[in-house]
T-cell receptor, first 114, second 117 residues
């Protein structure tokens, strides 16, 4: 079983809809949670990161972390065709032997149709 | 543009050969990370260097090695290449914000696409 599970999709939504993405994980030591966006054949781009549990909002993006359920989510409001990409969750434990090691989910492909 | 540069963008080589991938981190970043992305394995952490010293190792094969130089650029060396080494190789950097750097804000370069024939 993988440490981080993420549905690969594809997830197709109409323009203007809310995109809902999520990941589950098994390692309770994970403390930092990130979301990356990756366009085809490009490097992943950091969208948001959250420390421990709670919500974080940045423009049209909202990240949620529920450590008790080992579940994280990313919501994209008012989706645009330019949001079409693969979204990867990543997480890291804040320990000296896991310093900097990001564990990535498989990525969810999102398609926003005009 | 993340500020991380990688060269070359594409590399085509034959099995058994050796290649070197190069990465320049963002200005001021002390940490450099290498990742491999393949269709079946996803994005996998290989190795991290901090200010010239190896800090963390992931699932990096013995045929692979890396180093970080005094000017903070890094190189990933892949030797005795096999067909299965064909993948996208990304470099990321972090650490210019000061204070403790747990690597939570890693900025990725555009990657090097390696094809082994």
């Amino acid at each position: 079983q993988k440490e981080v599970e993420q549905d690969p999709g594809p997830l197709s939504v109409p323009e203007g809809a809310i995109v809902s993405l999520n990941c589950t994980y098994s390692n309770s030591a994970f403390q930092y949670f990130m979301w990356y966006r990756q366009y085809s054949r490009k490097g992943p781009e950091l969208l948001m990161y959250t420390y421990s549990s709670g919500n974080k909002e940045d423009g049209r993006f909202t990240a949620q972390v529920d450590k008790s359920s080992k579940y994280i989510s990313l919501f994209i409001r008012d989706s645009q065709p330019s949001d079409s990409a693969t979204y990867l969750c990543a997480m890291s434990a804040m320990t000296t032997d896991s310093w900097g090691k990001l564990q990535f989910g498989a990525g969810t492909q999102v398609v926003v149709t005009p | 543009d993340s500020g991380v540069t990688q060269t070359p963008k594409h590399l085509i080589t034959a099995t058994g050969q050796r290649v070197t991938l190069r990465c320049s981190p963002r200005s001021g970043d002390l940490s450099v990370y290498w990742y491999q992305q393949s269709l079946d394995q996803g994005l996998q952490f290989l190795i991290q260097y901090y200010n010239g010293e190896e800090r963390a190792k992931g699932n990096i094969l013995e045929r692979f090695s890396a180093q970080q130089f005094p000017d903070l650029h890094s190189e990933l060396n892949l030797s005795s290449l096999e067909l299965g080494d064909s993948a996208l190789y990304f470099c990321a950097s972090s650490g210019s914000s000061g204070g403790a750097d747990w690597g939570e804000t890693q900025y990725f370069g555009p990657g090097t696409r390696l094809l082994v024939l």
